[in-house]
């Protein structure tokens, strides 16, 4: 029977009242957490050495914290603004810095990019795992108690509680422990801050065995702001859009390389012409053979994280395809036999001929009729007959008159319960949220956001998911490629983990276990850095997410290089062929040094102008005319904060730089220029005080 409690501090107390010894606390990734209930019990176990807590998770949010005084003076409205009553949580806080107690340790399987890079607790208390086994790992742990952040509605039937932004892993959580007959207890916080997805994403309050109503456990919910499209980005995302086919299945990411990617597409369907014109400045080989043409059947959205690009794509008309939630019905779809998604007698003769449907209809038979609109509404089974009104007719589809009755009288018109977006969590700006929060009720309806087990893998429903992922594009980010096509996502080549494996293996799997599909991995063509300037192609890495042999398709800024069934020579010159020209000679020799190309092998004269102003040269003239903006999806960032970010940037990379912090420094002190009072005042420069702070606001100044 579930327990319902107003208090979260008395949630606290059944917890620990109720599960003996140590606590393994399960929470969902991203801004499923609810952060005020972990912080409680958080607190409540560092001040008690008696008991000790595990917590198993990823993706743990925090709100942006600068690193000079300079960032935090600027940083400190922008955050409160954007990011609101957003509680942090202790353990990150303590976590960063190495302040966790000996009775506390924290196990993520995936980690905020970056972030806890040379950290040595976090490092060795990183899980690495496919997104499809987390929930398996997590059991693993000896988790005992799950918690989740969930939304709520309150109509004619009671309380309705949706999980929101993560069912991806909490019902392959439950259900293992369950059946096993471990113990589990479940708790949801009603946040009511979070959207209410319907769907996969709702459960019946009895799903949690706690259900924690305390006001406190409603906050904003972690909402980033859009990042500025830069030049590389949208000359990714450009070759990106092109490869991706009208009618088909698509999967990106967050970030402003998934932002470029959904410009880009709306470009292609809204400015054909103009989009054209920029593939072709852009494609050293040229455009003839990308996918160039407007979206007539639109796509479909499959991906482990539903971003704020994909509601763009949805609210464009671009993201429309819709697919159904059984195998045959699907496949008739596909075959032509609902032209338009309607309910025809083609479509019924198909499903009597494929034996979907049993002869007579069987009640079963008639409540999926009825759920995808095939048959209207008010059309009922009596014993072995169809009746609605004054119709009647036998439930015999295999007799002709029968079915042809059936067809003639009792149709709907349009296939209903269609998916547009299938996804697994969400994380994205605040309007993103609030979109969802106010999306009409069939609107919303068609965004399923489900199980990652049903989205990052075909094993289970296969006949389905095969049926509904058709002409697939899964575009993943990686950091490094090597010459040979293994790539490197989640950790440098130390070991140190920057990210997480996440899902990118489960994509590239299917990538090529469906026949149609592609896998499409993105990679900015160099890295800077405090060690200079650096190709993100290398000639070998000690660390690798993807091994060679699932090799496909690499985009850089400078192009495309389709590396499926290739040999390793023919891989090493498309490659060389998208790299940085500053580093071509260099990776030229290395391949040739290991026999991997022709001793007289030259790279043809037109991809040695691969150089970020060539490619500047070409896409500004379409940056000005705002066909690609810096914030193709808007940004919380106000105007002034824009500019100010701009030489903020400027001056940390100079950091980084010494000759160009001497020739930054130099040209500061000579031209004297003066930033605008409010600028000065927002970054505590107003009243500068001896010689560091004229300086920061001589330097600022100038990079205006």
């Not at 690193?67 to 940083?75: A, P």
């Not at 990538?511 to 160099?526: E, F, I, K, V």
């Not at 007289?600 to 500004?620: G, I, S, V």
Request: proline content about 4%; some cysteine.
């Amino acid at each position: 029977m579930t327990l319902y409690t107003e208090s979260i501090e008395a949630c606290v107390d059944h917890i620990l009242d109720t599960v003996p010894g140590d606590i393994v606390l399960g929470i969902p990734l991203g801004v499923g957490k609810p952060n005020p209930l972990v912080n409680a019990l958080y607190r409540r176990i560092r001040g008690n050495p008696s008991r000790r807590l595990r917590i198993v998770t990823a993706l743990s949010l925090e709100r942006p914290v600068g690193h000079s005084e300079l960032e935090k003076n600027f940083l400190e409205p922008l955050v409160e603004r954007v990011f609101e009553d957003y509680p942090d949580l202790d353990y990150v806080k303590d976590s960063r810095a190495g302040k966790l107690p000996a009775n506390i340790e924290v196990r993520e399987f995936f980690m905020k990019t970056g972030d806890y890079l040379g950290n040595e607790t976090a490092q060795m208390h990183y899980i690495s795992t496919n997104y499809t086994f987390v929930a398996r790992d997590m059991v693993v742990q000896g988790m005992n108690v799950i918690a989740q952040a969930v939304a709520s509605k309150e109509d004619t039937e009671g309380l309705r509680l949706s999980l929101s932004s993560n069912p991806d892993v909490s019902h392959e959580v439950v259900d293992i422990l369950r059946a096993s007959g471990k113990p589990i207890m479940a708790i949801g916080v009603i946040n009511h801050k979070m959207p209410f997805m319907p769907n996969g994403a709702e459960v019946s309050p009895e799903f949690f065995d706690v259900v924690v109503t305390d006001p406190a456990g409603t906050h904003a919910v972690f909402a980033p702001p859009n990042g500025k499209v830069t030049v590389a980005d949208y000359a990714i995302g450009l070759h990106a859009s092109s490869l991706v086919v009208d009618g088909g299945t698509l999967q990106i990411g967050i970030g402003s390389l998934g932002d470029a990617i959904g410009q880009a597409l709306i470009v292609r369907d809204r400015h054909n012409a103009e989009y054209r014109r920029i593939l072709d400045d852009i494609c050293v080989d040229g455009a003839a053979d990308r996918d160039l043409g407007r979206f007539e059947q639109g796509l479909y959205g499959c991906s482990e994280m539903f971003v704020n690009a994909f509601l763009k794509l949805i609210e464009a008309g671009i993201v429309r395809r819709e697919v159904y939630d059984d195998a045959v019905l699907q496949q008739l779809v596909n075959e032509g036999k609902a032209a338009g998604h309607a309910v025809t007698p083609e479509l019924v003769k198909g499903l009597v001929d494929a034996g979907r449907l049993s002869s007579p209809l069987s009640a079963a038979d008639v409540a999926f009729l009825k759920r995808f609109g095939i048959l209207r509404a008010e059309v009922e089974l009596r014993g072995e007959h169809l009746v609605a009104g004054d119709q009647r007719c036998s439930a015999q589809l295999l007799d002709d008159d029968a079915l042809a009755y059936v067809c003639q009288n009792f149709l709907g018109s349009r296939l209903m319960g269609g998916f547009i977006m299938t996804g697994g969590f969400f994380l994205g700006p605040r309007d993103f949220y609030e979109r969802l929060r106010s999306m009409p009720e069939h609107e919303l309806a068609k965004i399923d956001m489900t199980r990652i087990s049903f989205i990052n893998q075909l094993y289970g429903d296969d006949a389905l998911k095969r049926a509904q992922r058709t002409k697939a594009r899964f575009i993943n980010t990686t950091m490094i490629v090597t010459l040979l096509g293994a790539a490197a996502s989640d950790a440098l080549e130390n070991g140190q983990v920057v990210s997480g494996v996440g899902g990118q293996y489960n994509f590239v799997a299917m990538s090529h276990a469906l026949p149609d599909a592609r896998l499409l991995m993105m990679l900015r063509a160099t890295h800077d850095n405090k060690d200079g300037l650096k190709s993100s192609i290398v000639w070998n890495y000690g660390h690798v997410t993807i091994p060679r042999h699932l090799r496909d398709i690499v985009i850089t800024e400078y192009g495309v290089a389709d590396l499926r069934g290739q040999s390793d020579s023919e891989v090493v010159k498309r490659l060389i062929q998208v790299a940085d020209s500053r580093f071509q000679a260099e990776l030229i020799k290395q391949a040739k040094a290991h026999g991997k190309l022709e001793a007289d092998y030259e790279l043809p004269a037109r991809y040695r102008n691969n150089t970020p102003q060539a490619l500047a040269d070409k896409l500004h003239p379409w940056m000005q005319a705002k066909l690609l903006p810096d914030f193709p999806f808007g940004t919380d960032l106000t105007e002034d904060e824009i500019h100010m970010v701009k030489a903020m940037k400027k001056m940390k990379h100079a950091t980084h730089h010494p000759t160009e912090l001497l020739s930054m420094v130099l040209k500061s002190l000579w031209e004297g220029k003066e930033a605008p009072p409010a600028y000065l005042e927002r970054l505590g420069l107003a009243e500068a005080r001896g010689f560091k702070e004229v300086f920061m606001r001589r330097l600022f100044a100038n990079n205006l």
